[in-house]
């Protein structure tokens, strides 16, 4: 954050030469500027290049409020959050103004006032673009007060006339006057109250409780929305849909690299991760998000692979407290305890009762298998398994120490099978070693070429 500007009075603003913009024209400058100086304004969003992002930057250059629509945990928050970036880094207020008007258009009658009596004197502050966007997470409680504004009793009872304007208390709208009011999930606000947002977005005025304050309000509103077809919580009403003027469908990313970015960005880990273990847990999220078994309308979010990764990260801290290792790092077997936590945050069509663990573990296998598909492909582990099969067991489990599993593993003579396998996956300490070798056991297991067994914590393959 850079410092802000000097001038603290409308006098002293003029001199700096400071030039007003509408709202909508300094968002539409800022992106243009931005864009052509090759620079990214939507940083952490993946998946969205060709799709998303050019519909929403062609509704923000036509200055249009926007409505996004979308299954949960696609993104849709952080994309209104990032629209701050595009906003002027400070921007002058009149001081101690309730709706932060521009020292050059006061509005209220209060300011107005003030402006007329102090004339050059009057007082500047500077406002982070921070301090320009508010968000509201609609709920059914959520009243035109909270939104709008209502009478102030307090007031009132100060000796003013309920006629006088300046009784108002301003709801969020009103006060995120020149900066962005961004609704998560908006079919959840009651219909009525969506009504009195109506007069807000298209004239711009402000009606409570028999009042009409036309006010010229200089503010963009976005606003979020799960599929109507899903959340069965209530609906945008038409003429509010109508007001907005780009309606944007998101989605998943597309590709897989696309979802590992996801994960990587956000998932806070407490351990080493491999990118071989994100790799199976986007794979496994994709597979869901294709299942007849799972109930689609509802979606699988992002936030169930990031929930995966922290749970690995989080097994692999546990195991290496209690064994005594050196680094933390997670493991193929690890991700079994994955499936255990996870399995509430996925929606299963009707008909699955009973079967949801099995459908996880099915579809976890699957993403495993395309996983060692990738990554060992030319690879022979025929002398891996000979040894094996005459009998020779290695065994593993979520509380087994990578020095432990890797001291157990068959003897293969002068083969450096076990380096192929590490080196594709860049496995360096023990625990990476550890790991890429799980995974080829249980590649091997998953191709039917060796059994395996689990029970009490441990796995054996045989």
Not at 51 to 73: C, K
Not at 175 to 186: F, K, W
Not at 213 to 227: E, G, I, K
Request: proline share 5%; hydrophobic share 40%.
């Amino acid at each position: 954050m850079s410092a802000a500007p000097t001038p603290r009075t409308l006098g002293q603003l003029r001199e700096s030469g400071h030039v007003q913009k509408p709202l909508r024209t300094e968002i539409r400058d800022n992106l243009l500027a931005s864009l052509a100086a090759g620079d990214d304004p939507w940083p952490g969003l993946h998946g969205f290049d060709e799709t998303v992002i050019p519909q929403l930057e062609r509704a923000l250059l036509a200055g249009h409020d926007v409505v996004l629509l979308g299954e949960r945990g696609q993104g849709k928050t952080r994309l209104l959050r990032s629209l701050v970036g595009l906003l002027d880094e400070w921007t002058p207020v009149i001081a101690g103004a309730e709706l932060g008007e521009h020292p050059y258009d006061p509005i209220t009658p209060e300011s107005q006032r003030r402006a007329d009596e102090l004339g050059d004197e009057l007082p500047v502050e500077w406002r982070h673009r921070d301090e320009r966007y508010a968000e509201k997470l609609a709920t059914p409680d959520t009243s035109v007060a909270d939104l709008i504004g209502d009478v102030d009793p307090m007031k009132v009872a100060e000796g003013r006339h309920l006629g006088d304007p300046e009784t108002i208390h301003f709801g969020l709208i009103p006060r995120s006057h020149r900066g962005i009011v961004a609704i998560n999930e908006l079919p959840d606000l009651a219909e009525r109250i969506q009504v009195a947002m109506l007069n807000v977005m298209e004239e711009r005025d402000i009606q409570i409780r028999g009042y009409v304050l036309r006010l010229p309000l200089d503010t963009l509103v976005v606003a979020s929305a799960n599929p109507e077809d899903y959340t069965n919580r209530g609906r945008i009403i038409t003429p509010l849909k109508d007001r907005f003027g780009a309606e944007i469908r998101t989605h998943y990313p597309t590709e897989l690299d696309d979802e590992v970015a996801v994960i990587r960005q956000e998932a806070e880990l407490v351990a080493e991760v491999p990118d071989h273990l994100i790799e199976i847990l986007a794979r496994f999220t994709r597979n869901l998000r294709e299942s007849n078994s799972v109930d689609q309308r509802s979606g699988v979010s992002a936030r169930f692979a990031i929930a995966g990764a922290e749970t690995l990260a989080a097994s692999a801290l546990h195991r290496a407290t209690r064994q005594g290792e050196e680094q933390a790092v997670a493991r193929v077997v690890d991700l079994e305890t994955a499936v255990d936590v996870l399995g509430g945050k996925i929606e299963f069509e009707t008909g699955e009762e009973g079967r949801e663990h099995e459908i996880l573990t099915h579809l976890l296998r699957t993403a495993v298998a395309e996983a060692v598909r990738g990554h060992f492909r030319g690879i022979d582990f025929a002398l891996l398994v000979d040894r094996i099969e005459s009998g020779q067991m290695v065994t593993t489990g979520e509380q087994v120490a990578a020095r432990d599993f890797l001291m157990g593993l068959p003897v293969l003579g002068e083969s450096d099978l076990y380096d192929q396998v590490c080196d594709r996956l860049d496995a360096g300490n023990d625990g990476e070693r550890a790991g890429a070798i799980e995974l080829a056991l249980e590649g091997l297991y998953l191709a039917r070429k060796i059994s395996k067994e689990s029970g009490g914590g441990e796995t054996v393959y045989g």
